[in-house]
């Protein structure tokens, strides 16, 4: 499924989805890619196609790929 993020502040993602297809209920669990970031947290609000999600954790990619490149 694809959107756009809309803002990002503290731990809150607020997202606009382009194709509201699937039905997610609240508090479901989410694991969302925004370019080398991978956000994983919990719908706090989903209603039409806006979701707020409150992100447990993120994780950049980029960093990572170096670290394992490193680490061989």
């Known amino acids: 499924m694809e959107g756009l993020e809309i803002s990002r502040t503290g731990c809150v993602l607020e997202l606009d989805l382009a194709d509201r297809g699937r039905e ?17 947290g919990e719908l706090q609000q989903g209603s039409g ?20 490149e490193n680490w061989g």
């Open 24 to 40: 997610f209920s609240h508090g479901a669990l989410l694991e969302i890619e925004s370019g080398p970031v991978l956000y994983l």
């Open 49 to 68: 196609p806006g979701m707020v999600v409150l992100v447990e954790h993120s994780l950049d990619r980029t960093k990572l790929a170096s670290i394992q």
